[in-house]
């Protein structure tokens, strides 16, 4: 496990945007978009209608408020 320093105001959107059933961890993969598994190894691992019900979520995230603190971070010293 590793250490990541990171500002308080982005600490404490993860923590305001992390779901009960997450870790800190998780929520910052879920919250930054980190990149896809590789197809070949995730390949059959759920239904083709969950995976269409996946990539219309992921598609209304490209909305959502993750895209301003990516901006917020590229701006960050």
């Known amino acids: 496990m590793k250490t990541v320093k990171v500002n308080e105001w982005f600490h404490e959107y993860v923590k305001a945007e992390k779901q009960d059933d997450e870790t800190m961890g998780e ?13 070949d190894l995730v390949a059959g691992a759920i239904a083709e209608d969950d995976a269409e019900e996946m990539l219309e979520r992921i598609e209304e995230a490209e909305g959502s408020s ?12």
Request: net charge negative; no cysteine; hydrophobic share 45%.
């Open 66 to 77: 993750v895209h301003a603190v990516r901006e917020e971070m590229a701006d960050d010293p």
């Open 27 to 39: 929520a910052l993969v879920r919250l930054t978009g980190a990149p896809a598994p590789d197809p």
